[in-house]
């Protein structure tokens, strides 16, 4: 079975500074997703990045940069220039890509708070 | 383009009540999942279901829990004779036709068992 782990369960950061969260994941498949999401408390779940397992290169949302190693099975978010909107939970998660297996497996989330 | 639309966005039931929540799924979208939160924690994935199909159920509790997705009209999620420990949000995500595309969220649903 897959799992995502989280081992940060709260963070916190300057605003305009950067940070970086943590996500490892196992998995015994080749083809996969790995997301970041946001929620924030209004409880909506804002897709914020995703990468394919099968391009090497890091995606890259602005802001928001992942560092994707794969053979290490680590997947973390690097969030620039913080913002005190970007105060939220973030749940990294995994969906594999073949079949109808389509379900998305999060992580435990970590809390960011941003400080002025 | 309207987003993904779950109601009610709160619901209250006493012990042994039943909770029917519905999602309807963005335009176009014909893949719906159901997931639940519980209070400080992360998604976990409850059901798949596509039109008039159920394609993975391997996170629904064997009893009480139910979805259906028909023809036309939202899917729907039913809660029987609901417990305190139902108390969560319960999140509706679709996806278009196909593989490779992500899940859109919509604000949930957040039951209280009393």
């Known amino acids: 079975a897959q799992t995502v782990t989280q081992s940060q369960p709260e963070m916190s950061v300057q605003e305009a500074e950067t940070v970086t969260l943590s996500c490892t994941y196992d998995?015994?498949?080749?083809?996969?997703?790995l997301f970041w999401y946001k929620q924030p408390p209004s409880r909506q779940m804002i897709l914020v990045i995703r990468?394919?397992?099968?391009?090497?290169q890091n995606a890259t949302e602005n802001r928001f940069s992942v560092n994707f190693q794969k053979a290490a099975k680590s997947f973390s978010l690097k969030i620039s220039d913080s913002q005190l909107g970007d105060a939220a939970m973030y749940f990294c998660?995994?969906?594999?890509?073949?079949?109808?297996?389509?379900?998305?497996?999060f992580g435990t989330g970590t809390r960011l708070q941003v400080t002025l | 383009n309207a987003g993904v639309m779950q109601n009610p966005r709160h619901l209250v039931r006493r012990r042994g009540q039943e909770a029917r929540l519905r999602c309807s799924p963005m335009?176009?979208?014909?893949?719906v999942y159901w997931y639940r939160q519980l209070p400080e924690e992360g998604l976990k994935f409850m059901v798949y279901?596509?039109?008039?199909?159920?394609?993975?159920e391997s996170g629904m509790p064997k009893e009480r829990f139910s979805a259906e997705f028909p023809k036309e009209g939202p899917s729907i999620l039913r809660i029987q004779q609901v417990v305190r420990g139902d108390s969560a949000a319960y999140f509706c995500?679709?996806?278009?036709?196909?593989?490779?595309?992500?899940?859109?969220f919509g604000p949930g649903t957040r039951l209280t068992v009393l």
């Open positions: 995500a679709s996806s278009p036709p196909g593989f490779g595309y992500e899940q859109f």
């Open positions: 998995t015994s498949e080749s083809d996969y997703y």
């Open positions: 990468q394919e397992a099968y391009k090497q």
């Open positions: 998660a995994y969906r594999i890509n073949t079949g109808t297996a389509s379900k998305l497996t």
């Open positions: 335009k176009g979208h014909s893949h």
């Open positions: 279901l596509q039109k008039e199909n159920i394609i993975d």
